[in-house]
């Protein structure tokens, strides 16, 4: 750079000039950068992805740089690196780049990564590269610094579009397009070329390597694993950020172990629950219920559901039965009805809600033509199957147990509740064992403003489900099973199937 007029513009851009005045004078302070007369070709590395079809199954690879930017000596024997914000901070002149020094000088030894082997020797560049595997999902287009150039991958159609005869040049992986009157339209984006271009500084240099020789390398049950869900629904996914959605040879190593692991212990899993359900079966059960005479129970209807059966839920209908505290349960005659009736409407007087519901069920059970609300039909629906632990669960349910003992069906029982524990409003879902009343599992499901420690089916189901389920009327017990059922299916997916039989074993 020399110092004529016409050479100042240049000599403006890599000095700091600085005026002042004093005694009557300008006085003018010129820095001028030191520089190292080192002259360094700078590279910027684009690894370009390849297509790799074997055994009509075709993937995609990109082998991995370690380096965005190189500069290297004239003999290729030293080199040093930058980043894209030092590149940014390098001042530009006519002829040179002046570039801070900021890494220093490397040898370009055996050592040294991939990108810099194919300078010493392009036949090298199959042993010092690891390459990576991506899906690609859509085509990539990468503009290339300052030239008309595109980096394609993919497979597409392209429709040129010209003013004069088409200037395009189109290779293995790139497009160039040399009249700037020329369009080329993808599948989905359009190249357009860019007036001028300052393209005497900028040159490709592409090496002729050995791929062949790595394609090789790759294990015939790795390029044929398909890798998905990588690009995370990216949209516009470019050259230089597939290394985030490209996995090495040995991470797709260790995803296919792993998923053969997964359909092991599954598999494993599905004989092992099916196993533990041959052994035990829990029932859920509700009952609709009114007092009379002070003792007596009647039952009204009833719904029934076991645990193997995902959402099936019997209704217990037909004529209420009758449970005095030292009789034989049976079937309530007319008369008994009539005083159950009133005694339903004098015990509910204050609440016309449950009143109603009661007296529905009550209507509806007489009604209906089943009539499976008897001790027979309960006891062998718990019994079907000829499970050895039929375990009975409830919800709130110590009326439910008088119930069953005074219909003679002695099971293990299962309680579950909703419990404000510490008086604080935050309440846990509690399986009691009804036998010793001990606590077996606890589930936290956090605070719920509410008087009163206990919170009801309805509040405690809706915390835990999202499914809409169909509602009846209220008090409907078969909403009432498949409400527990939900409860009981949320405790167990955190407590697990398994430890929950511990508690029950014979
Ligand atoms: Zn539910």
Known sequence: MGIEASELSEFLKITQISVYYENEQLVFITRIPLVFDVELSLYNIISIPIKFVEDGVDSWYISTTTYTYVAITKDRKQFTTYTEKEIKDCIETAIYRICKATQPMIDNNDNTPCELQIFKAPDAFQTGCNINKFPLVRNIYHRILNKNTWIH?????????????????????????????CQVFTRNAVLTPIEDI???????????????????????????????????????????????????????????????????????????????????????????????????????????????????????????????????????IEKE?????????????????????????????????????????????????????????????????????????????????????????????????????????????????????????VETHDRVCNRKHKTTYAHDPRLDVEYTKCIFNHVLQKQRYENLIQYFKI
């Open 153 to 181: 991958v993919g497979d597409d159609t392209l429709t040129i579009s010209c003013t004069d005869l088409p200037k395009i040049v189109r290779s293995r992986s790139a497009i160039t397009i040399l009249d700037i009157n």
């Open 198 to 332: 300052s393209s005497t500084n900028y040159k490709d240099f592409v090496p002729t390597t050995k791929i062949q020789n790595i394609f090789n390398k790759i294990p015939e049950h790795i390029h044929k694993y398909k890798l998905s869900d990588v690009w995370n629904n990216t949209s516009n996914i470019q050259l230089t950020d597939l290394h985030s959605v490209s996995r090495s040879l040995d991470e797709i190593q260790q995803m296919i172990d792993e998923e053969v692991i997964r359909e092991q212990s599954q598999k494993h899993q599905f004989i092992h629950s099916n196993l533990l359900k041959e052994t035990h079966k829990f029932i859920i059960m509700d009952f609709e219920f009114s007092m009379v005479k002070r003792t007596s129970i009647v039952v009204i209807s009833g719904a029934i559901s076991n645990s193997l059966e995902k959402f099936e839920v019997s209704k217990l209908e037909g004529r209420p039965l009758l449970l005095p505290i030292d009789e034989k349960a049976r079937p309530m």
């Open 337 to 457: 009805l009539q005083v159950a009736v009133k005694e339903i409407k004098r015990i509910f007087v204050c609440k016309t809600e449950l009143q109603d519901a009661c007296l529905d069920q009550l209507k509806q059970s007489l009604n209906s033509t089943r009539n499976n609300l008897t001790r027979e039909y309960i006891d062998h629906y718990i019994r079907q199957g000829n499970k050895e632990n039929n375990i009975i669960v409830v919800w709130n349910g110590h009326s439910d147990k008088t119930i069953l003992q005074r219909l003679n069906l002695d099971y293990p029982m299962l309680n579950i509740t909703c419990y404000d524990k510490y008086f604080n409003k935050n309440f846990f879902i509690q399986f009691e064992k009804l036998s010793n009343r001990e606590i077996i599992f606890e589930v936290d499901i956090g605070k719920f403003d509410k008087t009163g420690r206990l919170l009801n089916l």
